[in-house]
């Protein structure tokens, strides 16, 4: 089985080549390698208040998804990122319910996102951490 490596979060910067995206930089958490995941304006700003503390006026779609998973007893226990295609990376949600572990397939800024709301570890499999 591949190893998982942890990822921190090290920022998003605007991406000045293509217009209402950002990149999501993460590194391992004990290492040296970076890399970004391009992601959109809305999902870029959902993680960016979360990291900031501010919180919107409204629930935005991402903190419905972790209210829903509170309502109904489950948790988000890690993100892994599992593939590249393309330089699209592709995401499991691994959430904890009353039957065990449900995992889901996401979006990469969709589960990040998630991530930082509920204080859930990021992960990627070596295997792709070698190849970016």
Known sequence: ?????????????????????????????????????????????????????????RPLTHDLIFNLLNLYGSKLEKVLIYNM?????????????????QVVDARTSDAVALAVRSDSPVFIRASILDIV
């Open 85 to 101: 295609v393309n330089d699209v990376f592709y995401s499991e949600l691994h959430i904890r319910t009353a039957d065990g572990v």
């Open 1 to 57: 089985m591949d190893a998982e490596i942890k990822l921190t979060i090290t920022g998003l910067v605007y991406n000045q080549t293509v217009v209402g995206t950002y990149g999501l930089v993460l590194s391992e958490t004990e290492g040296n390698r970076r890399f970004s995941v391009m992601i959109g304006e809305p999902e870029a700003q959902s993680i960016a208040l979360k990291l900031n503390g501010k919180k919107p006026p």
